[in-house]
C-alpha cells in the first residue's frame, strides 16, 4: 500500500532535549519525503525534504535522512526551544504528482522551559 | 509576495447543503491542491487543478468537485454534506505538477462545521 506512519504524540520535552519523530511509509518505488509543521495559528509549512536514498534533508536544526532499508524518514533535534512547539507531520508524494501528499497522522510537540 | 489565502475561514452549515470553498495561490503559482482534514489527522489529498483542469484525484465521491480560474485561483464545492464532512479544507498551490518534490504552500485552511 501506499502510507505513512509517525509516532502517535503528544510529545513533551524540556527546552534543550533531544527530539526524536519517528516515521516510515510504505511506497512501491523511491518517494520523495518531507517533514511539515504547522506552527500555532498558521498553514503547514515544509521543514525539510529528501528525494533519494541516503539523503539527507535539514533546516533549522532539524534533520531527517532517507533510509531506503528501513523505509524511514525519523525527525531529529539535538536541542529543541520553546519555539519549536509545533504539529509535525511526515509526508510522501504519490505517483510523481507534485500536488498529492500522503500525510501522517502528525506529532504534537510542546517544549516546555 | 503574497502566499496562499482561504475564505471563508470558518462556516457553519447543516446536511444536506452546497458549500463553496475559495482559494488565491500564491504569485507565480499555477497548480492548486485541495486536502481534507479531520480532528486529529493528517490531511488527505483531494484533488489537484493544473490550467484549470482537474490533474490527480484522491478517494473522494463526485459530490467534490471543483475549479481554477485563469488567475489560477480555485474553488472547492462541495454539494449534499454529511457530518463526516466536518474538517479543516487546506489549499496548497505549487508551481507545475510534475517532479514530486517540489515545496507545497498552504494556507490556513478553512473550517467547515456540518451540523
Known amino acids: 500500500g501506499n502510507s505513512v506512519t509517525q509516532m502517535e504524540g503528544p510529545v513533551t520535552l524540556s527546552e534543550e532535549a533531544f527530539l526524536t519523530i519517528n516515521c516510515t511509509y510504505t511506497a512501491t518505488g523511491y518517494p520523495s519525503l518531507f517533514w511539515y509543521v504547522q506552527y500555532p495559528g498558521e498553514g503547514l509549512q515544509l521543514l525539510l525534504k529528501a528525494t533519494k536514498a541516503d539523503d539527507k534533508g535539514s533546516n533549522k536544526g532539524f534533520e531527517a535522512t532517507y533510509r531506503k532499508e528501513t523505509t524511514s524518514f525519523h525527525l531529529e533535534k539535538g536541542s529543541v526551544q520553546v519555539s519549536d512547539s509545533a504539529v509535525y507531520f511526515c509526508a510522501r508524494n504519490y505517483g510523481g504528482s507534485q500536488g498529492n501528499l500522503i500525510f501522517g497522522k502528525g506529532t504534537k510537540l510542546s517544549v516546555k522551559p | 509576495e503574497t502566499g496562499v489565502t482561504q475564505s471563508p475561514t470558518h462556516l457553519i452549515k447543516t446536511r444536506g447543503q452546497q458549500v463553496t470553498l475559495r482559494c488565491s495561490s500564491q504569485?507565480?503559482?499555477?497548480?492548486v491542491s485541495w486536502y481534507q482534514q479531520a480532528l486529529g489527522q493528517g490531511p488527505q489529498f483531494i484533488f489537484q487543478y493544473y490550467r484549470e483542469e482537474e490533474n490527480g484525484r484522491g478517494n473522494f465521491p463526485p459530490r467534490f468537485s471543483g475549479l481554477q480560474f485563469p488567475n489560477y485561483s480555485s474553488e472547492l464545492n462541495v454539494n449534499a454534506l454529511e457530518l463526516d464532512d466536518s474538517a479543516l479544507y487546506l489549499c496548497a498551490s505549487s508551481l507545475g505538477v510534475q517532479g514530486g518534490a517540489g515545496e507545497l504552500f498552504f494556507g490556513e485552511g478553512s473550517r467547515l462545521t456540518v451540523l
Open positions: 504569485s507565480g503559482h499555477n497548480t
